[in-house]
Nanobody, 123 residues
Framework: QVQLVESGGGLVQAGGSLRLSCVAS????????MGWFRQAPGKEREFVAT????????DYADSVKGRFTISRDNGKKTLYLQMNSLKPEDTALYFC????????????????WGQGTQVTVSS
């Protein structure tokens, strides 16, 4: 079992920055690929970014590429999402997730999920 707890969300003006964190507990964090997903009201959950267990491979949704950076610290069992140049359309509940094997864009392939942290970007 892996437990995931997100933090770092909040209210920010357009153009601002936030850094989300996801702390893992339980089984060995370093063997899992991790991902960030988000869900806006009335919309389906969508992929944001993923990172391999080593941190050597990353992938981003086109909508965030060049603005968001995913990273991890296996020693601290923590996943990060640095979000810059935020836009109102980035407003959503952000979730971290873990899966064995390689990173993936598909939410159905993730086994463990956090409860989410709210990000609100005002115009």
């Amino acid at each position: 079992q892996v437990q995931l707890v997100e933090s770092g969300g909040g209210l920010v003006q357009a153009g601002g920055s936030l850094r989300l964190s996801c702390v893992a507990s339980g089984r060995t964090f370093s063997i899992y690929a991790m991902g960030w997903f988000r869900q806006a009201p009335g919309k389906e959950r969508e992929f944001v970014a993923t990172i391999s267990w080593s941190g050597g491979n990353t992938d981003y949704a086109d909508s965030v590429k060049g603005r968001f950076t995913i990273s991890r610290d296996n020693g601290k069992k923590t996943l990060y999402l640095q979000m810059n140049s935020l836009k109102p359309e980035d407003t959503a509940l952000y979730f971290c997730a873990a899966r064995p094997g390689a990173g993936s864009r598909w939410s159905g392939e993730y086994v463990y999920w956090g409860q989410g942290t709210q990000v609100t970007v005002s115009s």
